[in-house]
């Protein structure tokens, strides 16, 4: 197959969106303010308050990482500690960065239920310890959708924010898919969030068809004190920030964002049904997003490697994981399917 083939190894994998693209060439005019005070970046804030339906202060980062560790960094203090699943991106995928960040924050692990937390195992962490030796827990993140490809439903939201309330603790999203979870549950972008009592989202653009960049919303605008200072010091600030915010702009304004990823989530319920009866094939968790995660043989996942098929295998013995993308081909998912099919039987 060719080098550049469409590959399931990750929603990055993809390119550029075409909103997205219009939207860079069409900022690439003329000249404007730099740092964030140029007119797309005034737009792409406002498109945002009118998503979520409320005026919430808009920041952009390059990627996720910066975005995930900066805004739980603003959440707590360097003796606090942030919750989050065993599974979580921010603990397996961050290289310690939001503990670096926050100068020290701890990130306690919660256990999950088909990748997500829940009231219970929150408490369950938040209340293990309350002496002066261990670090306070003071922020709760969650993954929407999560690294396994299930999404919480906005009563989970809900009923995490109202444990959250509780125990003091800041509730944080981390949305690198955020998109895909609100085409998967058809819920308006407030319902899933400050509806449910979110205080700061980490949308995510990159694996939405965009080159760059991930938006920080505080709906709770208290905790969003100095955090243009924080994003500066943290080498965040873009100075030609209308490439950062432009294509924003391009995927907000017709909803492409929630087409694209209705159309990866299609595509992962697609590959989900074309292996279903395939023998010693199983799905390891619910396909609710773009990914699905397949329990195969150990000489299966070879042969499909060495048919130059990429997919990660980060979930232990056997366990694949293949991503569809906002451009994801579905005559690609189904010789997928059938190359999945063919080694299983081989
Ligand atoms: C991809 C991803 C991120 C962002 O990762 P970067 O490589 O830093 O952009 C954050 N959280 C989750 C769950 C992700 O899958």
Redesign the pocket.
């Known amino acids: 197959m060719p080098d550049n083939a469409q590959q399931f190894a990750?929603?990055?994998y993809s390119g550029i969106c075409p909103e997205a693209w219009a939207a860079m060439a069409e900022a690439n005019q003329g000249h404007q303010r730099a740092y964030g005070d140029d007119e797309w970046t005034a737009r792409a804030a406002d498109h945002f308050r009118r998503l979520f339906e409320t005026d919430c202060e808009v920041f952009f980062a390059?990627?996720?990482?910066?975005?995930?560790s900066l805004a739980l960094a603003s959440l707590c203090q360097s003796y606090h500690s942030v919750i989050c699943s065993e599974t979580?991106?921010?603990e397996t995928?961050?290289c310690g960065?939001p503990e670096f960040f926050s100068n020290g924050s701890k990130l306690l692990l919660a256990r999950t239920e088909n990748g997500k937390l829940t009231p219970a195992a929150i408490r369950e962490v938040a209340l293990k310890r309350q002496d002066i030796h261990y670090p306070k827990p003071r922020v709760v993140t969650l993954?929407q959708?999560?690294?396994v490809g299930t999404v919480y439903r906005p009563e989970e939201v809900r009923a995490i924010s109202q444990t959250c309330k509780e125990l003091g603790l800041n509730l944080h999203m981390?949305?690198?898919?955020f998109s895909n979870a609100c085409a998967s549950l058809g819920c308006s972008p407030a319902e899933l969030t400050w509806k449910a009592g979110v205080d700061v989202l980490?949308f995510?653009g990159?694996?939405n068809g965009m080159a760059?960049g991930?938006a920080i919303l505080f709906f709770n605008k208290a905790l969003a004190e100095d955090f243009d200072y924080r994003c500066k010091q943290a080498g965040q600030l873009a100075s030609k920030m209308r490439y950062l915010s432009a294509p924003w702009v391009g995927i907000l304004q017709d909803d492409a964002w929630l087409r694209y990823a209705g159309h990866a989530n299609r595509c992962a319920q697609l590959l989900a049904a074309q292996v279903e009866d395939v023998p010693g094939v199983s799905l390891m968790f619910p396909v609710e997003a773009n990914g699905v995660f397949l329990q195969l043989s150990e000489p299966a996942l070879a042969a499909l490697t060495a048919r130059g098929w990429r997919f990660y295998t980060f979930i232990g013995a056997g366990g694949a994981r293949f991503m569809c993308s906002w451009d994801t081909d579905e005559a690609r998912v189904r010789q997928l399917a059938a190359d999945i099919r063919e080694v299983m039987s081989a």
Do not use: P
């Not at 390059?62 to 995930?68: L, M, R, S, V, Y």
């Open positions: 990750s929603d990055n390059f990627n996720g990482t910066a975005a995930n979580a991106h921010v995928d961050e960065a993954t959708a999560t690294e981390d949305g690198a898919r980490c995510g990159t694996k760059v991930e």
